[in-house]
């Protein structure tokens, strides 16, 4: 049971940080054991890469949707083709965030972060 920093982002994801303590159990220099404790625990002020790509997502959706009521008001008919690759592309993007959400509740329930 080596000891390792533990860094929490704002999200509340978390990931090990630095090596910091060797066990009893490892008697080898330069070696871990492989069994992580958490010795002191560190918040960032950023988010994880996962919640990130997840805020990106979701104003390209709201970009989307933005347009799509722009176009609907201005042209009304003549925007169809654009109107329709749009909406194509907001269900593209919630299912990018439906995916990531999964993957981040995933790494939430594991130690592997």
């Not at 159990?25 to 919640?51: A, H, S």
């Not at 347009?67 to 109107?83: F, L, N, P, T, V």
């Amino acid at each position: 049971m080596c000891f390792y920093d533990a860094n929490e982002m704002s999200c509340k994801c978390w990931k090990w940080g630095h090596f910091r303590q060797h066990c009893a159990k490892e008697y080898r220099t330069g070696e871990t054991c492989g069994m992580k404790l958490v010795m002191n625990r560190y918040q960032l002020p950023e988010k994880c890469k996962i919640c990130t790509k997840i805020d990106t997502k979701e104003r390209a959706i709201r970009k989307e949707e933005e347009r799509i009521r722009r176009w609907s008001k201005e042209h009304g008919s003549s925007r169809k083709a654009s109107i329709a690759k749009a909406e194509q592309d907001i269900y593209n993007y919630q299912m990018d965030i439906q995916k990531l959400s999964y993957d981040r509740d995933v790494k939430r329930g594991t130690l592997n972060w």
